[in-house]
């Protein structure tokens, strides 16, 4: 159930059947979901102005920049934009995750999820 104030998580994942799990599973926790392919699509979205609080990216994906590079790029373009960064086989120091971004690895429950986001949120 959404809520009229409900906050927009933007998910950039590659594998389309993660996308719909961590999108529908954020749907059901309340959030109003943007989906997006690659980096490009994620930046497409955020320049026509889409009202987006959360970015939660995969940090290995194909195209012209990885999900680290992305959340760089977005936390300089759009710096009040939170962020989430999630892999499987990548874990980022500390000193990479742009501004107080949080990592989650894969697999993740969606409770853990949930919670990192509520974190996120809190804390801007």
Do not use: N, Q
């Not at 998910?11 to 392919?37: K, S, T």
């Not at 980096?39 to 889409?50: C, M, S």
């Not at 012209?64 to 499987?88: C, K, Q």
């Amino acid at each position: 159930m959404i809520g009229a104030h409900a906050t927009t998580v933007l998910i950039v994942e590659d594998e389309l059947f993660v996308r719909m799990i961590g999108a529908d599973a954020l749907e059901e926790a309340g959030y109003r979901v943007i989906e997006a392919g690659s980096a490009d699509e994620a930046l497409d979205v955020l320049e026509r102005g889409r009202d987006v609080k959360v970015l939660f990216t995969d940090i290995r994906m194909p195209g012209s920049m990885d999900g680290l590079r992305l959340a760089a790029v977005v936390h300089e373009r759009w710096p009040a934009i939170r962020i989430l960064l999630t892999s499987g086989d990548t874990h980022p120091t500390r000193d990479a995750i742009p501004d107080d971004g949080r990592f989650l690895a894969k697999p993740y429950r969606f409770d853990s999820l949930s919670r990192e986001l509520d974190t996120l949120l809190a804390a801007g």
